[in-house]
C-alpha cells in the first residue's frame, strides 16, 4: 500500500538512511536468508506491505495458547497506526526507535506507525540493552519490561516517551519509572488480535494512573463473567470478547484485574493469581507467579513459584510471615517452589502452564 506511505518517512539502519523511493528495492534485496533474522524480518514485512494482497500474516505470542498466523487487513492496521500517533503526537519531523523484533505486532505497528506519520524510523537489533551502542535522543519507542529495566538510566536521557508492552510492569520497576526527570512512561493494553494496543495509562508523572484510556474510537464493555468486551469497528468487524477480566469505569476506561485463563479455582474459591501476585511484588525481588497443583480435596491449591537458583530456609520463614499479613486466608500458597528458569515466549511472556510442569511436587 505504497498510497499510504508518507513521504517524509526515512528508515535508518546500521547508519544508512533509506528514503521512501528506494524502500522497496531495498526491502527485496535484503529479504534473503543471508541476512540476519531481524533485518530480514523488517525487509519481509516491507515487501508483502508493497505487495498487492490486501493482508498481512501476523504471529500471535503464544503465551496463553499456541503460537499462531492471523492474516490483518492492511487498511485496519493504517487506521491503528493513525489512532496511535495522534495520541502520542507522532508526526514528521518526529526521530523514533524500533528496539523490536518486526516477526510480532509490537515491532510491526511501529513500522508502519512510522511510515503513514512520516517519521525518521531507526531499526536497531532486538536486543535486552537497546541503548548499548547509541547516544542519540528520540522522541519515542516501545519497549518491553526487561528492556526497560536494563536501560533505565538511558531511556530517561535518551527518550521523550517509552510505551511498555508484552507483559504488565511490575512493582519493582514501575517505582524505578517514578524517578524519571524527562521521559514519560505508559503502558499498553491490547493483543494481536486488536491489531497492537486499544488503550494505554501513564505510570510515570503527574497523569500516573491504574486506569486504562482508550484510543478513539475505541469502546469497552464487559460480560456478566466480568469479560472485558472490545468494540472498534476500524479495528475488528464484530465486538470482541476476551478473556481479560476488568473493573469497568465507563465505556473508555477500565481498571485490568487479570485472565480468566489463569483463574485458580480451590475448593470452591476463585483466586486471581495477578492480584495476589502485586501483593507479593514489594516482599520478593526475583521473578515469581501465583500458579496451582492438584490436590485431592480442594481439585487446585495456590502454590507460590520463584525463578531462583539462591533460596534458603531463612528468606523462606521471613516470607512466609509476610504472606500472613498481607494476603487474604484463601491466597496464601500452600506451597512455596523454585525453579532455575521459567518458561518464555520469544517476547518474554511467561508460560504460567509449562513453567508450573517443571515443578517437582
Not at 493494553?189 to 503527574?206: D, L, Q, R, Y
Not at 474510537?217 to 472498534?232: D, F, K, N, P, R
Not at 523462606?316 to 521459567?342: W, Y
Not at 511472556?349 to 517437582?360: C, F, H
Amino acid at each position: 500500500m505504497e498510497s499510504v506511505v508518507n513521504p517524509h518517512f526515512k528508515l535508518i539502519i546500521e547508519n544508512t538512511e533509506i528514503g521512501v523511493a528506494e524502500l522497496p528495492q531495498w526491502a527485496t534485496e535484503q529479504n534473503t536468508d543471508s541476512q540476519p533474522d531481524w533485518i530480514k524480518a523488517l525487509a519481509s514485512f516491507l515487501v508483502n506491505w508493497f505487495s498487492e494482497s490486501n493482508h498481512i500474516p501476523v504471529q500471535t505470542s503464544g503465551s496463553t495458547g499456541k503460537p499462531k498466523t492471523i492474516l490483518l487487513e492492511k487498511q485496519k492496521m493504517v487506521a491503528s497506526a493513525q489512532k496511535t500517533n495522534a495520541f502520542f503526537d507522532l508526526k514528521a519531523g518526529k526521530t523514533v526507535l524500533l528496539p523490536l523484533s518486526v516477526d510480532y505486532i509490537a515491532g510491526k505497528m511501529m513500522l508502519l506507525r512510522s511510515l503513514v506519520g512520516g517519521m525518521t524510523l531507526e531499526v536497531i537489533a532486538p536486543t535486552s540493552t537497546p541503548f548499548a551502542n547509541t547516544d542519540k535522543r528520540y522522541n519515542f519507542s516501545p519497549f518491553v519490561p526487561m528492556q526497560v529495566q536494563t536501560s533505565l538510566d538511558k531511556i530517561d536521557r535518551q527518550l521523550d516517551t517509552v510505551l511498555i508492552g508484552g507483559a504488565p510492569v511490575d512493582y519493582k520497576l514501575e517505582k524505578e519509572l517514578q524517578k524519571f526527570q524527562n521521559c514519560q512512561a505508559f503502558q499498553s493494553f491490547g493483543m494481536t488480535e486488536t491489531i497492537s494496543h486499544i488503550a494505554v495509562k501513564a505510570i510515570n508523572g503527574t497523569e500516573k494512573s491504574e486506569v486504562y484510556t482508550c484510543l478513539q474510537g475505541v469502546t469497552v464493555g464487559q460480560t456478566e463473567m466480568g469479560q472485558l468486551t472490545i468494540s472498534a469497528p476500524h479495528l475488528v468487524d464484530e465486538t470482541l470478547i476476551t478473556n481479560d477480566l476488568v473493573k469497568l469505569i465507563d465505556s473508555t476506561h477500565f481498571e485490568w484485574l487479570g485472565r480468566t485463563d489463569f483463574v485458580i479455582n480451590s475448593g470452591g474459591v476463585k483466586i486471581h493469581p495477578e492480584k495476589v501476585e502485586r501483593k507479593l511484588q514489594p516482599f520478593i525481588s526475583e521473578r515469581f507467579i501465583i500458579s496451582s497443583i492438584p490436590h485431592e480435596k480442594l481439585g487446585n491449591q495456590v502454590v507460590l513459584i520463584i525463578e531462583t537458583s539462591d533460596w534458603n530456609t531463612t528468606q523462606e520463614e521471613s516470607l512466609k510471615e509476610n504472606l500472613q499479613v498481607v494476603l487474604e486466608r484463601f491466597e496464601i500458597p500452600k506451597a512455596i517452589f523454585t525453579l532455575p528458569q521459567f518458561v518464555y515466549t520469544e517476547t518474554q511472556k511467561i508460560k504460567r502452564g509449562e513453567t508450573t510442569a517443571l515443578v517437582e511436587y
